[in-house]
């Protein structure tokens, strides 16, 4: 089995498409009828449902039932309806395409058909006419919607599987820059989640279904590249608040506090701890602050203070390797990693205003 095929099949499994269609190809049962014996050409009749029957039995067997084949088995009961009972297969039909089909589709039909009192309407061929386009209308839009689900559903997995190599790979080189590039990874992997949900809040046939097909077939290169320059934007916000070059792309009260949070919100705290062996050093450089007193103690021997939890244990390792004031900073160094992957335009946006403000002082 080729991996094309592996593929397929998780792809199969992990969306329920054979629950699906073997449960519309189940309802398909409900549309046979008991032929009456007097009607003219009964046991040609006869022999062609029970040939259609045995095509569906068949096809429900199936571990994957296949939509277009059950469409057209649809498309057969329809064909050999007795006469007498059209009209309600018709009002049947009717009702569904109203429910399933989008109102600009609706509209366009209703323009093509005589209106309801006309003599036409009274005509059992004209009825069969009808009903079989409108199963058609409503075969097409089911396809159309149900390979979309097929599709994003591909696009989830496809971004699991990414999510899972970069949290991989962050393990395996585990440092803390790793560690920021994954955030960013995972926010740009939940901004393009809520995208694939919103893409299936509206019918695909409202627009062009075929093209919106086509889009998301090829969806996997905007999600690697989404996932990539999310992990990227993630290190470039590391940078800029390490920098201190927050306050050039915000007003200078907003741009302070957001320096601020990361790089100095605990130096009082430190300063007055009753076990601080490093008093902070008020004098540094914005944004490249002196390690909090509580990590040193944490790493500087069995006689010092413990770190509370193993949380504790990580932020402070990592936070003596980013260069930051303490563990607390550590994370929400990584908070606005994820941010940075999750609103794709904010780290672009900062960098422009960053520039901007740089052009003005050199000119």
Known sequence: MSWQAVWNSLIEQFSGVSFVT?????????????????????????????????????????????????FAIEIKLAEILPDEHVT??????????????????????MASIPSKGERQWKDTRFLRQQTLALLEVIHSDILINFYREKSIN?????LFIIVLIAAATAYTINSALSLLFVCGVLGAATSVMQRLQTAVANDAMTQDGLFELIGLRLGWIGISLSALWGGIF????????????LELAAPARAG?????????????????????????????PSGRPNMSATCMVAQNGKDEKPVANALDTLGCRHSVAL?????????????LAF?????????PDILSRISKKYSSALN
């Open 154 to 158: 591909r696009l989830k997995l496809f």
């Open 88 to 109: 309600a297969r018709f009002w049947a039909v009717e009702d569904r395409f109203r429910r399933i089909v989008p109102t600009s589709s609706q509209t366009s039909y």
């Open 234 to 245: 993630a290190l470039l916000m590391y940078c800029i608040v390490m920098a201190g070059a």
């Open 323 to 335: 260069g930051l004031n303490s563990g607390a900073d550590f994370f929400k160094i990584l908070l």
């Open 22 to 70: 073997s449960g519309y190809g189940q309802s398909l049962r409900d549309n046979f009828i008991t032929l009456n014996p007097a009607d003219p050409g009964y046991p040609q009749k006869l022999a062609e449902q029970d040939k259609i029957r045995n095509a569906l039995e068949a096809e429900i067997s199936k571990i994957e039932p296949n939509f277009t084949q059950l």
């Open 339 to 347: 941010i940075a992957g999750f609103a794709e335009r904010l780290v």
């Open 256 to 284: 302070e506090k957001a320096t601020q949070s990361i790089v100095s919100a605990n130096l009082d705290q430190q300063a007055n701890a009753p076990d601080a062996v490093v008093p902070p050093d008020r004098n540094a």
